[in-house]
């Protein structure tokens, strides 16, 4: 059984900066792309940002800038880096992890910015 536990959530005042985890039980190499989303209050679910095997990443233009996503396969942990965040930066933050048969969710991790 795949397991993805994020952690790093918290309060942060305007313009701070926090950095998500997102741990695998399983070789993350295994996956086509780990990604992060979040989820507003009544909001949907959106795509934050993705990375893939080979390296290769992509962010949602809302926090293209100011994010950085990156894995570290040794340890096989996805992390988000979170600078400049905003008010509208709040809702829970979910890791996936993607490949052909699988599509894993960890367990979301909140995030709440607010002076």
């Known amino acids: 059984q795949v397991q993805l536990v994020e952690s790093g959530g918290g309060l942060v005042q305007p313009g701070g900066s926090l950095r998500l985890s997102c741990v695998v039980s399983?070789?993350?190499?295994?996956?086509?792309?780990m990604g992060w989303y979040r989820q507003a209050p009544g909001k949907q679910r959106e795509l934050v940002a993705t990375i893939t095997r080979s390296g290769r990443t992509n962010y949602a233009d809302s926090v293209n800038g100011r994010f950085s996503i990156s894995r570290d396969n040794p340890k096989n942990t996805v992390y988000l880096q979170m600078n400049s965040l905003k008010p509208e930066d709040t809702a829970v933050y979910y890791c996936?992890?993607?490949?052909?048969?699988?599509?894993?969710w960890g367990q979301g991790t909140q995030v709440t910015v607010s002076s």
């Open positions: 996936n992890a993607f490949a052909r048969g699988y599509n894993v």
């Open positions: 399983v070789n993350i190499f295994s996956f086509d792309v």
